[in-house]
């Protein structure tokens, strides 16, 4: 009268039924889940699947609103286009800023393969290059976001149309903003710490007293591209729409 | 790979996992207030919510006042009365309910029934506990803003959210939305906790599969909530945004005290979608823990295993992501598209699978068991017969045609306070008679205990169980009072006097429950390590109340499941799950 569960003992770990019921026991076998994974980066993934979901309702619901509005839209090669040379051209800016953010994502991703071969003051340069790029990025948008104001666009209303164009504009590159400054200052601080050497030595954390390592550079990194990736579904869907 | 050692009970494998080292605390303050413990945490979570809670039950006997008697109370305006729907509402959900079982239940039984030492991250988790703390304070100083809190019902729904002419429109929304906020920050601090500790820190041996339901039933309302909260997060931004900066995203034109107000174009059905992707899997997010706590108090207190185990950890599962795709079952009346009714009706009444299979198991675990009538168990009980209950309900709401007539009346209301409400808050008290012992080291006395029980139990039948038929004779949901409606009965006037009662006397009941809380503190039985004589890893501690890091010097290693009760040639009843294979005699 016993269940399987209760007579799966440990007798052999590596032991797997056939089937569906072998991929359930290898997802729930001992100790941990994902093997050779850090809490720290399941912790980080899990974060983003949950921020992930904030997006996607900013953006769902940025959809729906320009979908019940019954005002025009403003155009967006238009309104997001810049004067140079005398000739308007649409979408320049953002563009830029689109190829800044994907080549921080590069550097980032350099700045993990350094780190893990202990290259200290290369990951550091790399981390700070990536943060600069990112405050570029979020400069720009202080740019762009100027532009518009100065040619009247408010979140409650703008000179072209529908309500909602500003508001959902200055929320989601908003949101999508704070999210870049915090990579930038997190970035700061690890570079520095990466710099000081604290991973080479393992200092303990000023608050959680507990040991770094290089496996944070990687950290930051996911959610740096996670930043870099719902960029390209902002710029999709609000710039190219 | 995994290395396999031979240890004294057979094969057991290597760690996987560092042990962690402990924060220690630096002085007093990070001691006894700024607190790593997950323990420590899990009773001021505990505490907190059950303060708030508390303000929550006074407003209920309020409203039940007011119902009961229009008209004596000159503070109870309309006005007031819906303030006080709202927060009684949003407090027993939110403020409550999730908290108390994801930040109380889950900080303090994860890590110990996992066999791990503390949450993976303690200082994520402690910012956690008072960030919630101070959302509960801004939620609190709604009472004392100019205009009070918001009247706008515990769905907020816009427009009328934050229009003129709703109560606390002023600055009760603002705080409202503000709290809710702060509430979401919290809790995906600890929630994260809670899955990574579930996903990556168990003891060596503890396998998914042979976790205590309580820990699935927690960890699964864990990921929901991480998936939910963000369509309130942003529902409450933008609300926040059309009530300060004038954005019209819920905010059609309308007309507003004779004006034309500055608004245009927004979608109210937007908000209503926003709010029951987060609103129904919220109920789950609160009978999950529940689900799990039952099964595990049953199983121990009818000293035998769970039926199907491994059914019931697909079910918990399978509920959870179901619950994600019915929503608008909350809707039907909201003016969305008709096709919708049809999908959402279809996608509710199948969650009904998967949770009759639960019933089905806890009855079959009961069945033939050894069951001692112990207070947690006489609640976990009273649970099943009450889920029962409100689920029977849901399925008539459930159909399109059935709900048009029913919602917005009090049908609804008894609905829904006996399956979120009634059902998972004696879940709550079962659990608290049945950990007490291990949170303390003293038993809770238990002639009080029964006493509260009963009283509690059939008091919540006497209160909702006439709101059906209230809800049947047409009576409306958040009416202040009914006046000349022609249509309603005047016996329903005698009900309500009797619903009052019933609702005050069950209030009573909570101070004895507190009463003994406090009193068993130093006049409660010693219950020793394992006084219900369970299986699971927290009644192992080498100490009761468990230490800091929970386990001593050595983590626990596990070899079994949870419910190796009863087992054929064991020499005691339970078999706890670190205790290395029987050697059977061929
Ligand atoms: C002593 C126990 C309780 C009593 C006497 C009580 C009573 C009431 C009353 C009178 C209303 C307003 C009905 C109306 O006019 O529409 C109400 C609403 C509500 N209650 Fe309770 N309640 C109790 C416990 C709970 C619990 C434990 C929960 C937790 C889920 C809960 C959740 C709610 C909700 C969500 C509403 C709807 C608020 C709204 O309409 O916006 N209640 N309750
Ligand atoms: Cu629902």
Known sequence: MMDRAASSTLGDARARPPGWRGVADDWSSDQRAFKNVSWGKVMMWIFLLSDTFIFSCFLLSYMTVRMSTTAPWPNPSEVFALEIGGKPIPLILIAIMTFILISSSGTMAMAVNFGYRRERRTTALLMLATAAFGASFVGMQAFEWTKLIGEGVRPWGNPWGAYQFGSSFFMITGFHGTHVTIGVIFLLIMAHKVWRGDFDRERRGFFTSRKGHYEIVEITGLYWHFVDLVWVFIFAFFYLW | ?586
């Not at chain 2, 956690?128 to 515990?154: D, E, K, Q």
């Open chain 2, 1 to 586: 790979m995994v290395d396999v050692v031979r240890g004294a009970g057979g094969l057991v494998p290597a760690a996987e996992v560092e042990d962690v080292e402990l924060y220690h605390p630096k002085s007093w303050l990070t001691k006894y207030v700024f607190c790593q413990d997950a323990k420590v945490i899990a009773i001021q979570y505990s505490l907190t919510a059950t303060a708030i809670g508390l303000v929550a039950l006074v407003l209920s006997w309020l409203m039940r006042l007011q119902l009961a008697f229009p008209g004596y109370f000159s503070f109870i305006q309309a006005e007031n009365y819906y303030q006080f729907i709202t927060m009684h509402g949003m407090i027993m959900v939110i403020y409550l309910l999730t908290a108390l079982f994801l930040g109380g239940f889950g900080n303090y039984l994860i890590p110990l029934m996992v066999g791990a030492r503390d949450m993976v991250f303690p200082y994520v988790n402690m910012l956690s506990y008072w960030i919630y703390l101070l959302a509960v304070l801004v939620l609190v100083s709604s009472f004392f803003v100019p205009g009070g809190p918001t009247g706008a019902g515990w769905t907020l729904y816009p427009p009328q959210a934050i229009l003129s002419g709703t109560p606390g429109r002023d600055w009760g929304i603002i705080v409202m939305l503000v709290s809710l906020i702060l509430f979401i920050i919290g809790f995906t601090m600890g929630g994260l906790n809670y899955v990574v500790t579930v996903l990556q820190g168990r003891a060596r041996g503890m396998t998914l599969m042979r976790l205590p339901l309580t820990v699935w039933g927690i960890f699964t309302a864990t990921v929901m909530a991480l998936l939910a909260f963000p369509a309130l997060f942003v529902g409450a931004v933008m609300m926040l945004f059309d009530r300060l900066l004038g954005t019209s995203f819920f905010m059609p034109s309308l007309v507003e005290l004779g004006q034309r107000s500055q608004y245009g174009g927004g979608s109210p059905i937007l908000w209503q979608h926003l709010f029951w992707f987060f609103g129904h899997p919220e109920v789950y997010i609160v009978a999950l823990p529940a689900f799990g706590i039952v099964s595990d108090l049953i199983s121990t207190h009818a000293r035998k295993n769970i039926f199907g185990y491994r059914m019931m950890v697909w079910a918990i599962v399978g509920i959870g992501a179901l619950s994600f795709v019915v929503w608008a079952h909350h809707m039907y009346v909201s003016g969305m598209n008709p096709n919708f009714g049809f999908f959402f009706a279809t996608t509710t009444l199948i969650i009904a699978i998967p949770t009759a299979l639960k019933v089905y198991n806890w009855v079959l675990t009961l069945w033939r068991g050894d069951i001692h009538l112990t207070v947690p168990m006489l609640f976990a009980l009273a649970f099943i017969v009450t889920f029962v209950n409100g689920g029977l309900t849901g399925l008539f709401l459930g159909n399109v045609v059935v709900d048009v007539p029913l919602s917005g009346t009090m049908f609804v209301v008894a609905h829904f306070h006996m399956v979120m409400g009634v059902a998972p808050i004696l879940v709550v008290f079962g659990g608290i008679y049945h950990w007490y012992p291990k949170v303390t080291g003293r038993m809770l006395d238990d002639t009080l205990g029964r006493l509260h029980f009963w009283v509690t139990f059939l008091g919540a039948y006497a209160i909702f169980f006439p709101m059906h038929y209230l809800g049947l004779q047409g009576v409306p949901r958040r009416y202040y009072e009914l006046g000349q409606t022609a249509f309603i009965p005047p016996s329903v006037a005698t009900l309500n006097v009797f619903i009052t009662v019933a609702a005050l006397i069950v209030g009573a009941a909570q101070m004895v429950f507190l009463f003994n809380l406090v009193r068993s503190l130093s006049h409660g039985k010693e219950a020793g390590g394992n006084p219900w004589n369970a299986t699971t890893l927290e009644w192992q501690t080498p100490q009761t109340p468990p230490a800091h890091g929970n386990w001593g010097k050595e983590l626990p290693v596990v070899y079994r499941w949870a419910y190796d009760y009863s087992v054929p040639g064991a020499d005691r009843d339970f078999v706890p799950q670190n205790q290395p294979a029987i050697v059977r005699s061929a």
